[in-house]
């Protein structure tokens, strides 16, 4: 779904830093895997949130229906964290991310992969169109 060259820093749009704590290693001195995936979703929450998007209070909230971690260097604490995200599709009910971790300086990518949403009632949990002020922020940072 991703292009495997998005390896650059310059490919996304879109950063938000965070440490690394020492309790995200495994018993290897390495990032658990989980820890990736939970680092990709507080990118994107924050993305959203600074976006507009009101999580405990909007009619139409985004559920996590695909996501992806391709993992290319192993990182660990202290490491800290440059998190990349581009928004590479926008569908009527649907967005998908490219998203991308990096270590603070580095150009090249520790791990990249993908996080699909898709935009549903909060009471019906039927699909719903993007809200349009959610749309324009995603096709700006496109």
Not at 85 to 102: D, E, H, N, Q, W
Not at 129 to 134: A, L, Q, T
Request: charged share 25%; with cysteine; proline share 4%.
């Amino acid at each position: 779904m991703i292009n495997n060259e998005w390896l650059d820093r310059d490919d996304y749009r879109y950063f938000y830093t965070i440490p690394t704590r020492w309790n995200d290693n495994d018993q290897f001195g390495h990032l658990n895997n989980v820890i990736y995936y939970r680092l990709y979703e507080a990118l994107i929450v924050q993305y959203l949130t600074e976006a507009g998007l009101d999580w405990m209070k909007d009619a139409i909230i985004p559920y996590a229906a695909e996501s992806l971690c391709r993992f290319r260097k192993a990182v660990s604490f202290p490491d800290v964290l440059d998190l990349g995200l581009r928004v590479i599709k926008v569908g009527r009910t649907s967005v998908v991310y490219a998203v991308a971790m990096f270590r603070k300086g580095e150009q090249e990518a520790a791990a990249t992969g993908h996080w699909v949403h898709v935009y549903v009632d909060r009471e019906t949990q039927q699909p719903m169109p993007v809200p349009g002020f959610i749309r324009e922020v995603m096709l700006r940072d496109s």
